[in-house]
């Protein structure tokens, strides 16, 4: 479920990625991507175009999820 985005193999990897901006998020909270640590929540993450299923979720300081969003790349 979710949205779905395309990977081009014709176009440079570093030119694809997927732009991620949280608004009202803590000093405290983190961004996870698929349970591993990306940044925090206060600022502006690019995720690259990763082929598979995903899971982004903004977490509290003890890891409760306070977000999330399930996305695929194709």
Do not use: C, K, M, N
């Not at 395309?6 to 030119?15: G, H, N």
């Not at 694809?16 to 349970?35: E, F, K, N, S, Y």
């Not at 940044?39 to 982004?56: A, D, K, N, R, Y």
């Amino acid at each position: 479920s979710g949205s779905v985005y395309a990977y081009d193999p014709d176009i440079p990897a570093r030119l694809q990625t997927l732009g991620v901006v949280v608004a009202g998020a803590g000093p405290l909270h983190r961004l996870t991507l698929d349970g591993r640590p990306i940044g925090e929540g206060t600022t502006s993450v690019q995720l690259p175009l990763i082929p598979g299923s995903h899971l982004l979720a903004l977490v509290d300081e003890s890891g409760r999820r306070i977000d999330q969003v399930r996305f695929s790349v194709r």
